[in-house]
């Protein structure tokens, strides 16, 4: 039997099903430990307010690129795959084994535009967002879909590429665009999914924070216990450095990161702040309270947020597991565009939703699924809205099934492609390569695949999503 899964708490939505062929589901805690992810405690303990502060550098940094159209990107991560067929690419007119209990759609306010009958309140703002129905790189490993998800590259390729919120992150500090801000340029909430790793080649500096409870208050007491460890590492640097420059820049980083702790930066991530019309606006889920953060993050400065979904691997029961996933998602992704609608945010930033791969058209009855969807790469489908795409359109389409893209394929790079584009990132631009070679913001597909390793598997797509791009 599978072990269970480190990543979820026994209160979160759904771990993932233990009836999943993939070895993927039982390997999390190896793949987190390995990645070493960055969290709250390990701030607090060996970043923040001590000695070890030169780790904490790569985690104080951001500013928009100075001439890009859009200035943030809100990634709402369904992990583990949700029904492209329950969601934005219904099939009211297919027969039962496709649509499950689902026969009915939502319209939307955009003439020939439906979506999934469990997305009502999304329904509504359908002028916002684009669906890209033609998704597909035709894998159904959880790791290589959400590798190839998280970076928009081939996974065929020798290197191990960094995340999009990693490359936002170098990108800025290439610009020297590093200094004046307290808080991190790509963070992630409310939880790491620990797939993949985030920052490929770029190395540990660039991989997200995750705040964890920074939004909770801090008492008197630990206060008076951090600033009293600050005036010791105040005094300590009155000796001097033999090296003055290396901790010059961290003394700078240090205080960036006493100020997100102690001082007023820590307000972004308190959404006790907010009003209760608007906490209601998003609901008191663990979706929804992370929708909000993210906001928040972003109006403070934050480049990149990622907001992960749990729950979503639905290979059995999926109609009971729907029935609370769905409206979590579907209050919390319709809460996020008005909010920030009402607030002239959604101009500026892009909110992309979707997961690793989609589910398979087939609802399978029989035991022991009882109603349940199995992975599916070969065709699914994302939300994109803000930061200069066009609302109200589809781009790509399913055949009656749902089982195959028959027009406007997408790839993985070209929706990253197209997001580096809006946010003043060159796609043809260049990262540090380890070895010294060309390596590409957006890899070129016929150079990254090495010779041998050469095939059909992935979709090889049609391009940056040019018809919902300004000109």
């Not at 005036?231 to 100020?259: I, M, P, T």
């Not at 820590?266 to 889920?285: H, M, P, V």
């Not at 400065?301 to 979503?312: D, S």
């Not at 390569?433 to 010779?451: F, M, S």
Request: proline fraction near 7%; aromatic fraction near 8%.
């Amino acid at each position: 039997m599978n072990t269970p899964d480190p990543l979820f708490s026994p209160d979160s939505a759904s771990p993932h099903d233990p009836l999943c062929a993939h070895e993927d589901h039982a390997s999390d805690a190896l793949y987190r430990r390995a990645f070493d992810l960055v969290t709250r405690r390990d701030f607090l303990r060996i970043g923040a307010l001590t000695v070890g502060g030169l780790a904490m550098a790569p985690y104080l940094r951001s500013a928009p690129a100075s001439n890009a159209r859009a200035k943030a990107v809100i990634q709402l991560f369904l992990f583990g795959g949700p029904s492209h067929i329950d969601t934005f690419d219904p099939k009211p007119q297919a027969s039962t084994d496709i649509t499950g209990p689902w026969r009915k759609t939502a319209r939307t306010n955009v003439d020939g535009i439906q979506i999934g009958e469990l997305l009502p309140l999304s329904a509504k703002h359908a002028d916002k967002y684009t669906l890209l129905r033609g998704l597909s790189h035709k894998t159904n490993a959880h790791e290589t879909a959400t590798y190839m998800m998280q970076t928009g590259t081939d996974p065929r390729s020798g290197l191990v590429y960094p995340s999009m919120g990693a490359v936002i992150a170098y990108k800025m500090e290439e610009a020297g665009l590093l200094k004046g801000r307290a808080l991190p340029a790509y963070m992630t909430v409310p939880v790491a999914i620990g797939r993949f790793s985030e920052t490929g080649f770029l190395g540990p500096r660039y991989r997200s924070f995750i705040p964890g409870n920074l939004s909770n208050p801090i008492s008197a007491e630990q206060r008076a216990h951090l600033e009293k460890r600050a005036a010791l590492l105040d005094n300590l640097d009155a000796l001097g450095h033999s090296q003055k420059a290396v901790f010059e820049e961290a003394d700078y980083f240090r205080d960036q990161a006493r100020e997100m702790v102690l001082g007023k930066a820590r307000d972004a991530f308190d959404i006790s702040k907010e009003s209760a019309k608007t906490r209601e606006l998003y609901g008191n889920t663990e979706f929804g309270r992370s929708c909000l953060q993210a906001r928040r993050l972003v109006e403070n400065g934050v480049a990149y947020v990622t907001v992960n979904m749990r729950g979503w691997d639905t290979h059995r029961d999926q109609a009971e597991r729907y029935k609370k996933l769905m409206p979590e998602l579907d209050r919390g992704f319709s809460a996020l565009l008005t909010d920030l609608t009402e607030r002239g945010m959604l101009d500026s930033t892009i909110v992309t939703c979707g997961g690793e791969f989609g589910r398979t058209p087939r609802f399978m009855t029989e035991p022991p699924w009882n109603g349940g969807r199995n992975h599916y790469g070969a065709a699914f489908s994302w939300a994109i809205a803000g930061g200069g795409f066009r609302g109200g359109q589809i781009v790509g389409e399913t055949d009656n099934r749902g089982e195959r893209v028959t027009k406007r394929a997408i790839a993985p790079w070209d929706l990253s492609a197209s997001i580096y584009k809006l946010l003043g990132i060159d796609p043809d631009g260049t990262l540090p390569h380890p070895l010294g070679c060309a390596a590409y913001v957006t890899p070129r597909q016929d150079e990254t695949a090495q010779p041998a390793k050469k095939s059909t598997q992935f979709t090889p797509g049609e391009g940056m999503l040019k018809e919902i791009m300004p000109t």
